[in-house]
């Protein structure tokens, strides 16, 4: 595979130097990764066994574990990645080992064995601290709700924090608006949040600085997802409806790596993009930039996109697939960062979104995911009500139902 893109060469257009390195940084490879993983394997057959008892249900459930992973990763993952102490193969996955990560293990375990039992909990929540934002993206799905008067407290949002996690949640990824407009507040609930529970910032790169990557790494922030639309910089700084944003996530990339943090690049796939053959230039530009994972979102009807014709065609999705399996698990793709796709097992297995994961956005309306909207109750409501309980939550994703 040629190298055909050089992330300096687009920052020396900008009058700009960083320095990159060549490959996912942290990126464990070799006889330690394979045992590893056969750690992590055997661990999971631990909790099977003591879980479920029965010899045939601890067969059953233990490949249907096995065959669940395959159609999230479309195969056998082996991409994995040391940082601080732990283990990472997914953003969306606490490291390993921790509680967490066993926590998880069991609760999809229980839930494999008796899809039909309601008492399995949420274990991931998008959480919209903000509606400020000096964004003015293309595709973003909170579009009506921003850069109107603040619906959350700094105490309600602690409150939300608190029922989410007596639900059993294990992560929390802190989106907005722009989450890093909120700096001061948002560090305080990553410090309160993070004693019991895993935290992300999810983040356009604004305000992200040595010093503020590094206080919300020592608040206990184990990882930023930056969006980055483009590998181009004026392609980046258009779709964000903001010049000089390319530099500025670069940047932001850079600063929590060297804070220590894991980092993810999300990327909106739209037609053009894959029309203009820009995957993997930007999968390229990816790895120079030493993240590890990047995460491939498929543009869908709602907030600013709403209306529009945006919806992948069926050759979009054909290749989207094929550089999924193809970057995750050829061997000359493996220096590559990890690619998530969720069209990928969405569209095989269903969607975890609603059954697993909810979305909060910035006015407190719960949803399945944030490209769903799927409105099942309003948190802020719940929050300054009196002793009312979580609801139900159901809301699951109408495009593809929702995971046994
Ligand atoms: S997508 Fe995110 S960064 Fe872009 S305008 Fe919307 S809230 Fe702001």
Same mark, same amino acid.
């Given at each position: 595979?040629?190298?055909?893109?050089?992330?300096?060469?687009?920052? /020396?257009?900008?009058?700009?130097?960083?320095?990159?390195?060549?490959?996912?940084?942290?990126?464990?490879?070799?006889?330690?990764?394979?045992?590893?993983?056969?750690?992590?394997?055997?661990?999971?057959? /631990?909790?099977?066994?003591?879980?479920?008892?029965?010899?045939?249900?601890?067969?059953?459930?233990?490949?249907?574990?096995?065959?669940?992973?395959?159609?999230?990763?479309?195969?056998?993952?082996?991409?994995?990645?040391?940082?601080?102490?732990?283990?990472?193969?997914?953003?969306?996955?606490?490291?390993?080992?921790?509680?967490? /990560?066993?926590?998880?293990?069991?609760?999809?375990?229980?839930?494999?064995?008796?899809?039909?039992?309601?008492?399995?909990?949420?274990?991931?929540?998008?959480?919209?601290?903000?509606? =400020?934002?000096?964004?003015?993206?293309?595709?973003?799905?909170?579009?009506?709700?921003?850069?109107?008067?603040?619906?959350?407290?700094?105490?309600?949002? *602690?409150?939300?924090?608190?029922?989410?996690?007596?639900?059993?949640?294990?992560?929390?990824?802190?989106?907005?608006?722009?989450?890093?407009?909120?700096?001061?507040?948002?560090?305080?609930?990553?410090?309160?949040?993070?004693?019991?529970?895993?935290?992300?910032?999810?983040?356009?790169?604004?305000?992200?600085?040595?010093?503020?990557?590094?206080?919300?790494?020592?608040?206990?922030?184990?990882?930023?997802?930056?969006?980055?639309?483009?590998?181009?910089?004026?392609?980046?700084?258009?779709?964000?409806?903001?010049?000089?944003?390319?530099?500025?996530?670069? =940047?932001?990339? =850079?600063?929590?790596?060297?804070?220590?943090?894991?980092?993810?690049?999300?990327?909106?796939?739209?037609?053009?993009?894959?029309?203009?053959?820009?995957?993997?230039?930007?999968?390229?530009?990816?790895?120079?930039?030493?993240?590890?994972?990047?995460?491939?979102?498929?543009?869908?009807?709602?907030?600013? *996109?709403?209306?529009?014709?945006?919806?992948?065609?069926?050759?979009?999705?054909?290749?989207?697939?094929?550089?999924?399996?193809?970057?995750?698990?050829?061997?000359?793709?493996?220096?590559?960062?990890?690619?998530?796709?969720?069209? /990928?097992?969405?569209?095989?297995?269903?969607?975890?979104?609603?059954?697993?994961?909810?979305?909060?956005?910035?006015?407190?309306?719960?949803?399945?995911?944030?490209?769903?909207?799927? =409105?099942?109750?309003?948190?802020?409501?719940?929050?300054?009500?009196?002793?009312?309980?979580?609801?139900?939550?159901?809301?699951?994703?109408?495009?593809?139902?929702?995971?046994?």
């Amino acid at each position: 595979m040629q190298t055909t893109i050089s992330l300096n060469d687009y920052l /020396y257009q900008e009058n700009d130097t960083i320095e990159t390195g060549s490959r996912p940084a942290h990126q464990v490879t070799g006889i330690f990764r394979t045992c590893t993983w056969w750690i992590i394997k055997l661990r999971i057959f /631990y909790f099977t066994c003591i879980i479920l008892r029965s010899p045939q249900k601890i067969l059953d459930i233990y490949k249907r574990m096995l065959s669940l992973r395959s159609n999230v990763w479309g195969g056998d993952l082996k991409k994995l990645y040391h940082i601080g102490n732990k283990f990472y193969f997914n953003q969306y996955t606490p490291g390993w080992p921790s509680k967490a /990560y066993d926590d998880l293990i069991k609760s999809e375990l229980r839930r494999q064995a008796a899809p039909l039992d309601t008492k399995e909990r949420l274990s991931f929540v998008f959480l919209a601290i903000t509606r =400020k934002c000096p964004m003015r993206c293309e595709h973003c799905f909170e579009w009506d709700n921003l850069n109107l008067s603040e619906s959350f407290t700094l105490d309600d949002l *602690y409150k939300v924090v608190d029922i989410y996690q007596k639900e059993g949640v294990l992560q929390i990824h802190f989106s907005g608006g722009e989450p890093m407009v909120r700096y001061k507040d948002l560090v305080k609930l990553v410090r309160y949040t993070s004693k019991k529970t895993g935290c992300w910032v999810l983040s356009s790169g604004f305000n992200v600085t040595p010093q503020t990557a590094r206080e919300l790494k020592e608040a206990g922030c184990k990882g930023m997802v930056i969006s980055i639309d483009h590998y181009l910089p004026n392609r980046h700084n258009a779709f964000r409806g903001k010049e000089g944003s390319f530099v500025q996530a670069v =940047k932001a990339v =850079k600063y929590a790596q060297e804070a220590g943090m894991v980092t993810s690049i999300s990327v909106c796939a739209t037609k053009e993009f894959l029309d203009g053959k820009h995957l993997m230039p930007y999968m390229e530009f990816a790895r120079d930039l030493g993240v590890q994972f990047v995460q491939v979102l498929e543009p869908r009807q709602v907030g600013h *996109y709403a209306g529009k014709e945006v919806h992948l065609e069926d050759a979009h999705i054909g290749l989207l697939e094929k550089a999924f399996t193809t970057i995750n698990h050829h061997p000359s793709y493996s220096q590559y960062p990890t690619m998530l796709y969720h069209g /990928y097992h969405q569209r095989r297995v269903g969607c975890f979104s609603g059954s697993r994961s909810v979305y909060v956005d910035s006015a407190g309306d719960v949803h399945a995911c944030p490209f769903c909207h799927t =409105k099942s109750y309003n948190i802020i409501e719940l929050v300054r009500g009196e002793g009312k309980a979580l609801p139900q939550k159901e809301n699951a994703c109408p495009r593809f139902g929702k995971i046994a």
